[in-house]
Structures are given as C-alpha cells and as structure tokens.
C-alpha cells in the first residue's frame, strides 16, 4: 500500500529539487503533445526554455526576460503578503489599471511641461491609484464583513470599463486623430520610464521589482508585522491571542499589495507600453497570483517564478513565429507546467511510504 | 543607441546569411492580436495569408503570432520576426502603431505595413478598408427592407470606425425610407458573444426587425433566427451558415489581394511606404451575396449603389449632410475628405442618441 | 428616449436565458464549495465543455447528447484538479487558476476545426395553452430544455443538501473534515465526487452558451463567465435558491442596461456596463450583514494523518 507521510519539517532538498523535475516532466508531456500536433518536440521545447536565454538572438530576448517578468514579480510580492495572512486579493488586475490610469493621469495633466519632478509625482499618483482601488475591498471587508475576494473580482471589471471610457474620453490623444488611446509617454522624455541603461530592459519597475523582494524579505523575517501575517495565516486564533489586530492587517495587505500592483501598471504604463488603450492590461494581475504561489509565497521564491513565467511566454511567442505551433499549444504547455510544479510540491511536505502506518 | 546598432548590425549580418542560403525566399511575417480561430477579424487576415501561400508557392514562408497583447509583447513579436529573417510584416491590430514604428527604426531594411493606423515612415506602410462603402449598401438594404422603421446596430467601441460605418448606414437607410430610426447599442467589449446575443434580443424586442452589427461573432444572426422575422448582415466574414435568412448580405474583410500585391512588391524590390484606404472597388471590402430574401427592385437598388461606389462616381459621404447638432458639414455635391472620416467622431443629423465619451 | 419600447415580459424571459449559464456553473460550484474546495477553474471547464458540446452536437447531430458529452468533458477535467488537490496537496487556489489557463488551451486546440460551422437548434418547448398564454407564457413556458433542468437542479441541490443524508455527510466535510474523518467519512472521496458533479455543471453551462445562447464556437467565448459564476456563489452565501436569484440579478442588470441603451436613456454608457459589477458589490454589502458565513474548511486541504 503506498500511503503518503507528513514530513515533521518540510523537506529542503525537494523544495529544490522539485521545480526541477516539473520542468523535467513538462518537457516530457509537452514534447508529446508537440508530437501528436506534428510538430518536432525537441526543438518546440528547445526553442522555449533554451532560446531566449542563450539563442543567437539572447541579447535581445534576456533583456525582454526583465520587461516581461518584472510587473509580474512586483504585483506577486505584495499578493503573497496577504495570501500568506489568509487575505485574498484577487482583483490585482483591476489596481494595475487603475494605477497606470492615475498615473499617467497625473503626468498627462502637466503636457507638456518639462521638469524631473513629473515622473516622481506620476510614480507616486500610481501607487496611489493602485492603493485606493484595494482600499474598497478593504474597508468594506473591515467595516462591513464582506468577501474581499468578490468584491476585488468585480472591481477588475469596473476597472476595465474605466479603462476604456478615460480612453475614448479624458486621456484621449487630442493629436490621435479622434482615435482611442492616450499620449504616448515614450516621446515625452520628463514622463517616459526609460531603459536606465539602454539595451538592458532595466527600467525603474525592474528596480522596484527588486526592491520589493528584498523589502518582503525584510519584513516577512524581520519585523513584527512580518510576523504577525505569518501567524495569522498559519495560526488564526493563536494570532487573536498574541494581540494581532485583524483590521489593520486586513488594511496593510491589500493596501500594500494594491500600491504594488498600481506601481507596475504606472510602470508600464510610461514605460514598454507608453500609452493608455483600451486594452492596456494583459492579465499580469492574474498571471501574478499564479506566480505567487508558483514561487511558494515567498519572496525569492516568486522571484525565480516570475522569471520562470516570462521566459515561457517569450519562448512560447518564438515558438510560434518559428514552428508555427498555435498559441494554444503554448497555454496548454504552460498549463502543464504549472500542474507539475504544484503537484511535484508534494515531496516537499510529505514523503511516499509503502507499507503499513506506523501506529502513532 | 547601442542596442539599436546590435541589432541592425546582426539583422545585416542574419539578411547576408539568409541570402546566401535561400536567396529566393521572402520571409512574411503576421502580427495577429486575436485567435485565428476567431472567425472573424483574425481569421480574414490569416486567409490573407493563406492566399500569400497559395499565390508564392515555395518563393515565400510566412510565419504569424497570434493572440499578440497590443504593447510591448507585440513590440517584442516583430523584432523577433524581424530577427529572424522577416522581409516583409505585417502587423494587424490599431493598436499596434507605436509598436510598429518603434521597431521599424530598428530595421530599416525591413518592410512593415500597419493596419488600420496613421503613423507611416520610410519602411511602414498604412492600409485600411473603407468598411463604411459596404455600410452604404447594407443601409440601402435596411432602409427598404424595415417594416417596423427601426434599425437596430450593435458597436463595440465608440471608436471613428465603428462611427462611420453607423453615419454611412444611417444616411443610405434615410434616403429610401425617411421614417427609419436608428437604435444604437454599444456593446463595450471587442469580443464577447454572449453579450452580443443580448444585445441583438434587446433590440429585437425593443421592434427592430434589421440588425446591424459591428462585431465579429454570430451570436446576433443566431438570435435573429429564433426571432423569425429578422434580417442581419453578416460582419467580417460572410456568415454563410444563415443564409438566406436572416443573413440577407455581408460585409467580407478580404485582404488577400492587398497582401498578395504587397509581396510581390517585396519580391520585385518595387515596395514603397504607400498608405492604402481601399473600398469595394479594389476588392478589399466584399459585399457577401445578396440572398432571396431580398426583393429583386431591393437587390437592385443595393447593388447599384455598390457599382456606383466601385467604379467611383459616387461617394457615401456626398453633401449636402448635416451633423447631428444640426452644424453644416458638407453643402450640396461635397465629398467628405478622407482626414475627416478617419477621425469622425460626430453622428450626422436625424441619429438619436450620444457617442459615448 | 422612449422607455416604453421595453418589453418587461421579453425582457424578464430574455434574462432568464442570459442567466442559464451562469447558474449551472454555480450550483457546480456551490456543491463544491459546500464541500470544502475552492476550485477557480469554473471558467476552464467551462470552455472544454463549451467546444466538447458544440464538436458532439456537430458530429452527432444530437444538441442533448452535445450536454451530455459537455458534461463528461467537465467532470474529466475536474479530476485533473482532484488529482492535484486531494492528492497531491497542491494549493487549491492556484491550481484552480492553472485549469482555467489549461483549459483554454485545450478547448482551442480541439475546436480548430469547428469555427464557422452552425450547430443544430435546440428548440424551444411548446406547450399547447400554456405557452400561448399572455405574460407567464413566455416567461414559464417558452424556453429551451436545459432551462428548466438548470432550474430543477437547482431544486435538487436544495433538497439534497438541507434534507438528505448525502448533504449532510457533504456539509460535514466542508465544515470540518478532521472531524468528518473521524466519523468515518471518506473525506477525500466525498471531495472527489463534489468536484466531479461541479466540473459537470460548469461543463453544461459552457455548452448551453456554445449551442443554445450564441450558439457557435469561438476560441475564449465564455469570455469571464466562469468568473462571474464564482462571484454568485459567494455572492448567495452558498445558498441554491440565492444563487438562481443571483444569477437572475446578474444576467438581468446586463439585460436591463442594454435595453436602457436602446431605449436611449441617457446615462453615459460606460457606467451602465459597470453597472452589474457595481450592484453586485452593493448586493454584497448588503448581504454581508447575514453571518452565515462560508463552509468552515474551504479552500484547506486535507490529509489524513492518522
């Protein structure tokens, strides 16, 4: 009989080893569903994990790795916080418009003046988009008890809906010849979130990308509020015991994760993107939950996640242009690719035992 | 701008390779920003392509990306086409423009060409349908065809497109039936089927008994069916399957002329930045079959109006029109210039309602 | 504007179809919620049975065998995420979002040959008297089959969880499933079943969009759904008849603001398509003073450890 058995502490080894032979497996089932769709599998699967890294072309694509990966990593760092404490935001999506919205907003009010305090002010206007956009889950949660992963849903697509009235109205190009979509802040030098090195990818949401893992580090080992969310997710009511005020961490959480999640859409936003159109977001809000729990809620573990995510929607686009594999092909790869990593999890906290049970 | 010469420099150095290896092929490549499954706007551009094929032979590849997010992934998507050996892209969606530009700096000795946008330079071209021509002879249609005097017409977004498509059937439906009114639903999604099988019912039961729509799926030709005593037009494609009721006619996206034209100039070296605004008359905008659900003198009329606009003499936006705030716009025998429409932002006179802003 | 071309009764028998869908994933999901598990692949299953429907109807000829095949391709789908959850531990929130990415996929891959093509008609039910009657007529009387069956599962649901043995073994199992195991309940197999009975629902929602509401196939047309029909569930704190009436609520805010669009009302009309997000938030605020709360189990996993 083949039982499973609870490690009494989760095992490091796997921990590591585990993402490993996901990738392993994916590749296996991957390159079979490559093979039944008549394409050739190891190269499909080359081209993916090997070819934005070290390709001919890797000098391009490494730095796309940042662009893409970066936005996902800064969202994903501040939804673990909460998601450790058992608070769920899922309405990033909907704070990184309404982030990029304000953000922008806020510079597009200054056209076209030229001065180095506009990009920190829009910075700042997007964070605080972000923020006030989670605030309504959260006060209505703590106020009135209400489910803050609905209420952080449907915000999504009141978001949206914003998102393409300021589009077709208020941040309307007035040179866009009565098409949709704002300015582009790429040709406006006081507003535009340049490459700080050129031909690097790194702007200042892969900085602040960063930042953020270090600050989640720091506060999760560190500080008392650190502490404080890792006891209430793994200990609610020792957390009620040990003084922990629900309010306040209910409000920290997805205020936090909401400014997060408003800085990468106002990064984007002034950056790779440059513009607001009615279809800015792309789902980074939802691939980042997904690349919260990928990275197992913690900071460098999402991280490497994020990286991992980026490079196989950048493989995955190359993989199509040059094998002509359906994007589809590509999400059911990557969908495979998450099952695995989550399954194979598994031998982390517990180990296979064949036999009967230890009475205990 | 290092990076830029990194890449110029190793496009030169692949564009030597290449020629080298395969001096006879030309690469094409094909930005999509939906499925090509979507059996609209997508899946035309992807029959384009198709027809690039048949018509080339082993003289060019094309490759495409489909479901490509307007932005940086898109940005990402043609320099990788373009690293890879692209002669010739094309890029597909609006909101690809800036994208489009932006790599076209980089790749000087690429051609590129732009739907439906407004931003050219040396090696990016424009092109776009006159959608509107074929709205004319749907509004004839319409214009005879209602027993109730409405009309409905469902848009996606507030944009001049969808606008000028509205103004263009408005005016034609007015001019063969001056009692015909105008009910207006914006869906605010570009794809939603199930919302836009709502949107038609709303207007079936609100007495229109003609359905124009302005997106792709259709949920709209299913739900005139089950009504009965509809009619719609199918949109980007011909929507055969309801023939011939309800769908009494179409609209047909068909940029396989344009594409196959566009790689032979690649082919012969005679490419040049050109911005292209084709109607019926060059085949970019078909008018699907015109069914017997249609009475002949009806089907007459439209089709006149079609070779009127095909062959020229006669233009949908003629004066004398007014716009809705009752403004003069065009006196007597003016022609609307093509600045005008591309950004057209205001309902002519006799449409009920606002454009959403 | 001219509010009186609405129709009340068109309208309420339109809402009432626009609605379909999304109860039948949310029953699904209210089982499986009721059952401890939180599974966010709704708009996944949703899909593959949207294209297994609409590909068994096409080649069948048959729309009810096309449910019937929606339904398996549902439940099949959910053991994936079973597999994951129940045993294989994995957190179940995100595996449910890995499904929904797997199964737009798959449901894109398996309908490349099937864009174009129009399935066959379901028809409507015709009663003779009834369904020729004034007002209820179309309202009671005039749908298609799976209407009624989204309403009698409905029923069934209710039933069985409030009065049977079967809902009260399912209820202890979301309520506290160490305790449950203690009994001697099968935690997981109970669980098992849940997901599979609401892959099942959400794979017939999927087709009733595919073959009767719109009906034809195109990639990602559930296009949220699925997503809504998550929110319902909270949204009728895991009560069946809350969840019709959500769902009514729901698909009727879209119904009525649409038809305020026609009419001309002049609201500006990006606000009226928030509208049913912004009402189902109020609803919600409302509602949140009823403390029934959520099945005390949801969302954790459970591993017998002794």
Known sequence: ?360 | MKLTNLLTSAAVALGLAAGAAMADTTKVGFVYVGPVGDGGWTYEHDQGRKAVEAEFGDQVETVYVENVAEGPDAERVMTQMALEGADLIFTTSFGYMDPTINVAKKFPNVKFEHATGYKRADNVSTYSARFYEGRAVQGTIAGHMTESNIVGYIGSYPIPEVIRGINSAYIHAKKVNPDVQFKVVWAFTWFDPAKEADAAKVLIEQGADVILQHTDSTAPQAAAQNAGNVITFGQASDMSEYAPKPRVSSIIDNWAPYYVARTKAVIDGTWESVDTWDGIGAGMVEIGEITDAVPAEVKEAALAIKDSIANGTYHPFTGPLKKQDGSDWLAEGEVADDGTLAGMNFYVEGIEGDIPQ | MDLSAINPVLLIASLMVAATPLLLAAIGELVVEKAGVLNLGVEGMMIVGAIAGFATAVESGSPLLGFVAAAFAGAALSILFAILTQFAQANQVASGLSLTLFGLGLSALMGQTYVGIKPPRMGDIHLPVLSDLPVVGPILFGHDIILYFGIALTAAVWWVLKYSRLGLVLRAVGENHDAAHALGYKVLKIRLLAIMFGGACAGLGGAYISLIRVPQWTEGMTAGIGWIALALVVFASWKPWRALLGAYLFGGVTVVQLNLQAAGVAIPVEYLAMSPYLITILVLVILSADKSSAPASLGRNFHASR
């Open chain 1, 1 to 360: 009989m083949i039982r499973l058995e609870k490690r009494p502490q989760p095992s490091r080894a796997w921990s590591m080893a585990t993402p490993l032979v996901a990738v392993l497996a994916t590749m296996f089932f991957g390159g079979l569903l490559f093979a039944v769709l008549g394409k050739p599998p190891v190269e499909a699967i080359r081209t993916i994990f090997w070819e934005p890294l070290f390709g001919e072309f890797s000098f391009y694509y490494r730095p796309q790795l940042l662009v893409k990966g970066a936005p996902l990593v800064l969202i994903a760092i501040g939804l673990s916080l909460g998601f450790r404490a058992g608070i769920w935001n899922i309405g990033a999506e909907g704070q990184y418009i309404m982030g990029a919205i304000c953000g922008a907003g806020a510079g597009l009010a200054f056209y076209p003046a030229d001065s180095f305090l506009i990009f920190p002010l829009m910075v700042v206007a997007g964070a605080l988009g972000g923020w006030a956009w989670a605030m309504i889950p959260a006060v209505l949660k703590t106020r009135f008890g209400t489910n803050e992963i609905l209420v952080s849903l449907m915000l999504v697509y009141v978001a949206e809906q914003f998102l393409a009235s300021v589009s077709l109205g208020l941040l309307k190009n007035p040179e866009g010849f009565g098409f949709p979509g704002s300015r582009n802040l790429q040709s406006w030098d006081s507003a535009h979130n340049a490459e700080l090195i050129a031909g690097t990818g790194m702007h200042w949401g892969v900085v602040a990308a960063l930042i953020a893992v270090i600050f989640a580090y720091v506060l999760l080992n560190r500080h008392m509020t650190g502490y404080h969310i890792r006891l209430t997710g793994e200990a609610p009511r020792a957390a009620k015991f040990a003084g922990v005020n629900p309010t306040r961490l209910v409000l920290f959480c997805l205020g936090t994760s909401g400014a997060l999640a408003g800085l990468a859409g106002l990064f984007e936003v002034s950056g790779p993107s440059g513009q607001i159109s009615i279809d800015f977001n792309v789902g980074y809000g939802f691939t980042a939950i997904i690349v919260a729990f990928l990275g197992r809620l913690h900071p460098v573990g999402i991280l490497l996640a994020g990286g991992l995510m980026a490079l196989t929607y950048i493989g995955g686009d190359i993989a199509q242009s040059n094998l002509q594999l359906p994007a589809a092909a590509i999400q059911v790869f990557q969908g495979m690719l998450l099952f695995f990593l989550l399954a194979f999890d598994l031998l982390t906290n517990f180990r296979i035992a064949i036999g009967k049970p230890e009475v205990a």
